[in-house]
């Protein structure tokens, strides 16, 4: 028998301390570090903030010292076996040189970071592809590279760079998962048979539709019918158009957004019928969900949302309500619970599920994502790492 591992590093494409928490290498790995210890890499970045490319950029860079700063941690009391820590690193990946002083500097820091976390033997669980660099010269352990996003896809990047790093990871992992079909079929020739599709899973008791939470009373205060979206609202992602075309051909609609943005909003908010909240912690927002009248999902047609699975779709579905999405692959297995649009039918289609109640019922909705738990997506990542300590032997 292969020697087994004793944790699980995850490579995470998110922040533990900054980003919302509905992210799926969070769901995920709380719930593995139930049988597994887990070190929580906070992202390593795909590029260095640059005024004039990057949206805000001295917060972003704010951000990351902040969370550098916090050393490591084990912030949750329900999943104490999982430790959060992010290392210094300087995503210069046009240089060589300091590409390769970065890697080492990474590649010590987790491995001092694991060993605090009681990890000696290590399984790595990859989502960021920048992560390639701080374990391809290290020893060699079981490798899972969780292909939830075409990162070389993502406008801001180096991407020559990410997707040289994206096809090192696919040549070199034991195995490949994803939450995307559409990516899955794309990467058949070079993931071959380690290829293993893992859909997002959802929070069912968190987004129940039948919870007797009051309503936010800041919504409260906004009139009906509310048309609504919950999620980062970040410029390679969300159709800013479509959101401003909505709210202008129903000006007797209301237009509620729920998260924090990356981009200028000062178009959309100058609007009368415009209500954007901001930043709202994970645990509230379910209440703000039940609060909709109608969810959306107004994505760009571009690589990244073509190669994406979102997890807003079962969150919307899981809470019953009628959703009115632009059309993306992965999107249309859920057709029978959620109107899809091309970008030119989007306002149309509000207007019909404002008329007729959308795609399916409440229940029908809740139904479809009813065997998505994320306790069970994360069985499968702990059996992933089992299945190639078994194939090793």
Excluded at 104 to 115: I, K, L
Excluded at 229 to 236: A, E, H, S, V
Aim: hydrophobic letters at 45%.
């Amino acid at each position: 028998m292969a020697d087994r591992v004793d944790g699980v590093v995850c490579f995470s494409a998110q922040d533990f301390w900054y980003h919302n928490r509905a992210h799926s290498d969070i769901q995920l790995m709380r719930r593995v570090s139930h049988n597994l210890p887990v070190l929580f890499v906070n992202s390593l970045g795909m590029r260095i903030p640059t005024p004039g490319k990057t949206t805000q950029p001295l917060r972003r860079i704010a951000r990351k010292l902040g969370s550098v700063g916090k050393g490591i941690r084990r912030p949750l009391r329900e999943a104490p076996e999982l430790a959060v820590f992010t290392p210094l690193n300087v995503p210069a990946y046009g240089s060589p040189v300091a590409r390769a002083i970065a890697a080492r500097s990474v590649r010590a820091q987790v491995a001092a970071a694991a060993r605090l976390a009681g990890i000696r033997r290590p399984g790595y669980f990859v989502t960021v592809p920048t992560a390639w660099d701080a374990i391809a010269r290290g020893p060699r352990r079981p490798l899972v590279f969780n292909r939830s996003d075409k990162h070389s896809a993502f406008g801001e990047a180096a991407t020559d760079v990410i997707a040289g790093m994206e096809r090192d990871l696919l040549a070199h992992a034991d195995r490949i998962l994803y939450v995307s079909s559409a990516l899955m079929a794309d990467d058949a020739e070079a993931a071959g048979g380690r290829a293993r599709f893992l859909d997002h899973g959802v929070d069912l008791e968190h987004f129940d539709p039948d919870r007797a939470d009051p309503e936010p009373a800041d919504v409260a205060a906004i009139p009906g019918p509310r048309i609504g979206f919950f999620g980062g609202i970040d410029d390679y992602v969300v159709d800013l158009s479509l959101i401003e075309a909505t709210a202008r051909a129903l000006p007797d609609a209301s237009i509620v957004l729920i998260g924090d943005a990356t981009c200028p909003m000062d178009a959309l908010t100058a609007l009368p019928n415009v209500h954007w909240l901001g930043f709202r912690p994970y645990e509230a927002i379910p209440a703000y969900g039940r609060a909709f009248d109608v969810a959306l999902m107004p994505w760009l047609d571009n690589d990244w949302v073509r190669a994406c699975n979102p997890i807003k779709a079962k969150e919307y579905l899981a809470l019953g309500l009628p959703v009115v999405s632009t059309d993306y692959p992965d999107g249309r297995r859920y057709g029978d619970v959620m109107r899809l649009a091309r970008h030119e039918d989007f306002v149309a289609a509000v207007k019909q599920t404002l008329g007729d109640g959308g795609a399916g019922t409440p229940a029908s909705r809740r139904a479809r994502v009813a065997a998505d738990s994320w306790d069970g997506k994360a069985a499968q990542v702990v059996a992933t790492f089992e299945e190639i300590t078994c194939a090793a032997s």
